[in-house]
């Protein structure tokens, strides 16, 4: 009696490849799905999870609205906050001048440059104060020396 053969009758050899040849079509089936899921997942992170984000970051502001908080609407007006209701709030553009909206209308409350922290290196002197360097008056050039008469 040979040992080679299946009890289906077929050579141990040729099951092993037929088995071979079922796997190799299920990887062959399985490569286009998992390429599909691979794209949902990086457009999960790159599209939505972004989204949600700044849908949080946009609920908080909206939640955080006081009066008198200097906020910049989604049509870009400036304005000072009179009145905060739960669905609106009345916004002071000028004096005399106010505008109801919709509270989530609201895009970013506007930072004071005095809250906004120094992000000089130490040592470095703001362009913008009296005391910052001023090139002396003998470093400049004058233009009319230049020209040829």
Do not use: C
Not at 33 to 43: G, N, P
Not at 44 to 63: F, T, Y
């Amino acid at each position: 009696m040979r040992m080679d053969r299946s009890p289906r009758g077929g050579t141990v050899a040729g099951f092993a490849a037929h088995t071979t040849s079922l796997i190799g079509r299920a990887h062959r089936t399985m490569g286009p799905l998992l390429l599909i899921i691979l794209l949902f997942a990086i457009a999960w992170v790159v599209l939505i999870l972004p989204k949600q984000r700044e849908l949080k970051r946009h609920n908080a502001l909206v939640a955080s609205l006081e009066v008198g908080d200097e906020v910049m609407t989604g049509s870009g007006f400036y304005g000072t906050l009179t009145e905060v209701t739960d669905d609106t709030v009345l916004v002071q553009l000028a004096p005399g001048i106010e505008v109801k909206l919709a509270r989530r209308a609201v895009a970013a409350k506007v930072v004071a440059p005095a809250d906004i922290p120094d992000a000089l290196p130490a040592g470095a002197e703001r362009a913008d104060t009296p005391d910052a360097a001023v090139p002396a008056d003998d470093d400049a050039v004058d233009v009319d020396e230049d020209v040829d008469q």
